[in-house]
């Protein structure tokens, strides 16, 4: 199967915080690819790296064949990108946001129009198409980011946590489309810290820890007989007795 993603020897330090150490992943092409870890494992970092947006001390990062820091143009034109933090033009109305966004990519003005009217209904934000961004709760703002990450049809999305603060409904729709993208042979690299919720849309996942890959590969290989949770706990090291802790908290202590 062809590679859709290809990230080779990636490290990028903070001072003297190494976040991501000598990292490698391949994604194949066509699949809903998950991509866990604990906090601060370098999960963000490295999808900021292999979107452009972060440039890596080491290592490269390559796209549908195009590498993302010696060739930017031809590799940001194949993605789409849910960046996690980074700030909209929130003085835009949704509608106007996508419209916005849509140009840049340079589709054509009536597809904009018909995409954004179809991306919003399934995002559950036609309501709201025409109030400001600033306004939007934060699921919301995570469900227009998706729009815009999608509006001029790319054949990869990169989306950091793109299930974090929405509501169940708009959740299944996300699953749906994303489902619905990579079944006509779109790719999707998700980040998310729901074991649950990757073991069930996902068919391949890699566990990050400390800036490494630990383990990648298909869902069901990955698991290897146990929940993707309970396998995650032994890779990374859940530590047992750790409820013995803060008896102070016990409201029989004080
Ligand atoms: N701009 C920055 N400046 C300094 N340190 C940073 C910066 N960005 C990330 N880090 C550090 O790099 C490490 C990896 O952070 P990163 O955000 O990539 O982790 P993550 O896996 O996305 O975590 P989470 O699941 O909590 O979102 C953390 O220790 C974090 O404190």
Redesign the pocket.
Known sequence: MPTAMRLTGLVKS??V?R?VDGLDLQVPAGSLFGLV??????????LSMATGLLRPDAGTAEVLGHDVWTDPAAAKATMGVLP?GVRLFDRLSGRELLSYVGRLRRVPPADIASRSGDLLEALGLAADADTLVADYSAGMTKKIGLACALVHAPRLLVLD?PFEAVDPVSGEGIRSILRRYTRDGGTVVL?S?VMELVESLCDQVAV?AQ?RVLVSGPVDEVRAGSTLQQRFLELVGFRAGDEEGLAWLRSSSG
């Open positions: 903070f001072g915080k976040a870890g604990p906090n601060g494992a370098g999960k963000t970092t490295t996690d946590e980040s810290h990050v800036g």
